[in-house]
Structure formats: structure tokens, C-alpha cells
């Protein structure tokens, strides 16, 4: 079946640390992939989107993160987290020529002092 | 100045009720969608509106109805509510037609069904 993954449920890291959230798709074709980030209480933010070109993308935050085609990968890096930056995280996927954005089930980040 | 708005923030209402959410743009962007995130936190689109013309309209139960009285808002309307209706839902709005336009979401309103 066609799917979104996000294999870690929560994450803890200390504030800091490097981080690296994971994204697994299971579409035939390479998607449209972005993620996106869900303070408390608040909605969805772009952190980044890839379409095409340069496997690693830079985004808002401080974020990056790299195309895997080979591993149908897209997984989000930050080098040193910053207190603020616990939240949920979610991976989207759009299917090429499909007008549905298909998310995953998210990934909490706590970040410790 | 909130780019996308929603009100109200929370919502409690008793099962069977009809209710209404509603939602504003100030960005002058000509689609604007509806999300729902369940308590596990999954998120799903359910409509989006071009221009107060419908585009997308995912399998939801008729009892859910987006209205568009101008390209600005995007209201939803749900009658005869049912305990599974309670969630987060989500405004969210975007300059182009395409999904992959980035989207700029709304807060966000609790709504519960008891």
C-alpha cells in the first residue's frame, strides 16, 4: 500500500545535540516530499519541501534535509537543537500529478535542558 | 496581523448538533483547504476551494459541508454530529492551485463531541 512513514513516534534529545528525524515513503514513483513542524497549540509550519534537483535541502530553522532515492528516504537534520524546537514533526508526501497530500503520523521531539 | 484565522478555538457541543467553523485568509491566497487531525494525531485533508470552486473533496460523510463566500473564507459546516467528528480541524490556505503550493495553516480548532 501506498504510504507515508515516520518510524519514531518521540524523540529526546538534549538541547544542543544533532537531530535526525526519519521519513520512509512507499509510492512507485519519487513523490513531492516536505516536512513540516506543530508547535503546541499552534498549526503546521513549512520547514522545507524537495520536488527535484539537489538531494539536500535547506530550509527554515536551521533544518535540512536529504533525498534518499535508493532508501525512499527523506530525513530531517538539524545539527544543534535549540530548546524551541520541541514540537511535532511531520513528513507529506504529494504523489506526481496527484492533487492529495498524504502526511505521516508525526514525530514528537522533547528537548531536554 | 494572523494570516490564517479560525474560530472559534474550541468547540464542545453534544452529539447531533450541527456546528460551524470558520476560517479566514488575509493573504491574498485563492486556495484554501479543511484538515482534520485525529487524536493519534494523523492528519488527512478534506476539502480544498479554488476560488470558492471546489477541488478537492475527499471520501467525508455528506454531513461535512464547505462553504465559500468569497475567496477570503472558508467555512465548515457539519450537521448531525457524532463522537468519531471530534478532532482538530485545520484551515490552511495557499497562493496556487497546486497542493504543493506552500500551504499556511490556520491554529487550529478542538472541537469535541460529548
Known amino acids: 500500500a501506498q504510504s507515508v512513514t515516520q518510524p519514531d513516534i518521540h524523540i529526546t534529545v538534549s538541547e544542543g545535540a544533532s537531530l535526525e528525524l526519519r521519513c520512509n515513503y512507499s509510492?512507485?514513483?519519487?513523490?513531492?516530499l516536505f516536512w513540516y513542524v506543530q508547535s503546541p497549540g499552534q498549526g503546521l509550519q513549512l520547514l522545507l519541501k524537495y520536488f527535484s534537483g539537489d538531494t539536500l535541502v535547506q530550509g527554515i530553522k536551521g533544518f535540512e534535509a536529504e533525498f534518499k532515492r535508493s532508501q525512499s528516504s527523506f530525513n530531517l537534520r538539524k545539527p544543534s537543537v535549540h530548546w524551541s524546537d520541541a514540537a511535532e514533526y511531520f513528513c507529506?508526501?504529494?504523489?506526481?500529478?496527484?492533487?492529495?497530500?498524504?502526511f505521516g503520523a508525526g514525530t514528537r521531539l522533547t528537548v531536554k535542558p | 496581523d494572523t494570516a490564517v484565522s479560525q474560530t472559534p478555538k474550541y468547540l464542545v457541543t453534544q452529539m447531533g448538533n450541527d456546528k460551524s467553523i470558520k476560517c479566514e485568509q488575509n493573504?491574498?491566497?485563492?486556495?484554501m483547504y479543511w484538515y482534520k487531525q485525529d487524536s493519534k494525531k494523523f492528519l488527512k485533508i478534506m476539502f480544498s476551494?479554488?476560488?470558492?470552486?471546489?477541488?478537492i473533496n475527499e471520501t467525508v460523510p455528506n454531513r461535512f459541508s464547505p462553504k465559500s463566500p468569497d475567496k477570503a473564507h472558508l467555512n465548515l459546516h457539519i450537521n448531525s454530529l457524532e463522537l468519531g467528528d471530534s478532532a482538530v480541524y485545520f484551515c490552511a490556505s495557499s497562493l496556487g492551485l497546486a497542493v504543493t503550493d506552500t500551504q499556511y495553516f490556520g491554529p487550529g480548532t478542538r472541537l469535541t463531541v460529548l
Open positions: 509510492y512507485g514513483a519519487t513523490p513531492y
Open positions: 507529506a508526501v504529494v504523489l506526481y500529478n496527484n492533487n492529495d497530500m498524504r
Open positions: 493573504l491574498g491566497h485563492d486556495t
Open positions: 476551494y479554488n476560488n470558492k470552486e471546489l477541488i
